[in-house]
């Protein structure tokens, strides 16, 4: 027999956007009728490493369990689930740190695919509280590494106009790690475990971890509660309202498992039909490109930091917007990534001398592309499975190649990855768009006040919802989209 319990508001999910939600709208929130402080449960499925953040030091429990070695061997994995993290913070525990908070034509993009409100106007006052809670800033030069001098210099003799990239970290002690996706054991990297969380527990938040969801409760078309599972115990969570937050992957899954999304999928066991819920994904068209020097780029003791970037557009509201980013002159190269490069010898003598010095020497270049047309569909396994890029798209891919390989060359590079076996890297990073906001219920899952088209007291927003991914790494994109859901949910529901 489950337990039951009974909250004003419940939110699944506690990765960027649910911690942001859960803070702000028990921070400024009230309830509607009495006035009296909300009752918010926030449900995770990972585990909760308590601590008061210490920027630059961190946490016993944090730095036992984040190991800073490459990623594949590292504790990280023991919190991975399909699309994103099982920890509270979620994926803003494992992000690179890298901050590209919306651009204007990004705002544009979203804008002009679906026709939600979310302008560069209206979003200004969420934005700017992301700026500055996340302690977004560039880094100063004395920290910038001699191969983002190079990058730099070389891009802006070619004509290019070159921008410093940003990060969100604090007291940070450059261990290089963080730009390998990895926990930070100092608690440098900014995550909404440690700028959001402490404020929601502080307004009263109920933060329930190591609690798995497994489907949304309807009564007809009214959503009424989340059926969850802590370890044997089953726990039925009713809400006067539900926000799920899962993610770009996990939260249409639980929609799909819950009886929400096409008929044509879930045949008998479709509650409510809405075909979009899983389509319309959308991401960058990525690769990196790798390069040799014949002398040292970076210096041993400085890590990863921001370095900068350039952008080429040929058309508006960045479709097919090309982006080229320094992000490998930085931090030294991993010892696995350095040994199995395309410019590693073969194993023996001349492999051993090339491993003394060639992490110093190697450098790296992502190229971007938001593709205009490119849309993925999750499957039921949590993949999500794109067409052939069209032509446009590709050339757009292989421009950017050849322009990261002018300037690597310019650079001094002797090597540079072929453009052929680039292409064969390609691959689709920060993923948006599953459940996406819009005006028509036809073609979007929510509407611009991230209500579920089809359910009642049914909310949606972490980065399913964005309708197109953004300029650069979508962390700051959802943190802002997140923040600016809290101030329209208090403005709309609680106040």
Known sequence: ????????????????????????????????????????????????????????????????????????????????????????????????????PPFPADYGNWVSATGVDWTIGNLRKAAEEVRQVFNVHSDPEEIISEGQRRFRNAARSLGYQVRPLEGAKKNCIRSGFCNAANMCKYDAKMSSLLTHVPAAEEHGVEIIPDTMVEKILFNGKKATGVMCRQGTQQTLFEGDKIILSGGTVQTPLLLWKSGFGSADRLGSNTLINNPNVGRHAHAHLGLFLRSLFPDPIKEGDRGWNAGTFVISDIKPNSHDRLLIQDSGMGGQESPSQTALSEFAPEFGPEHKTFMKSAAKRMGRTSIWIVPGELEGTLDEAGNIVYPEANPTELGRVREGVERATEIMKKMGATRVTPIGRAMRGLFHPHALGTCRAGTDPRTSVTDPHFRAHDADNLFICDGSVIPRTGTGNSGMVVATVATFAAQRMVQDHFS
Request: proline share 6%; hydrophobic share 35%.
């Open 1 to 100: 027999m489950a337990q039951q319990v009974n909250y004003d508001l419940v939110i699944v999910g506690g990765g960027m956007a649910g911690c942001i939600l859960a803070a702000r709208i028990a921070e400024h929130g009230r309830h509607p009728r009495s006035g009296e402080k909300l009752r918010i449960a926030l449900l995770e499925a990972g585990p909760y490493l308590k601590g008061a953040p210490r920027p630059g030091y961190g946490i016993p429990s944090r730095r036992q369990l984040f190991t800073n070695v490459s990623h594949e061997f590292s504790e990280n994995n023991r919190y991975s689930m399909p699309g994103g993290a099982r920890i509270l913070g979620g994926s803003s525990m494992h992000y690179g740190a890298q901050a590209f």
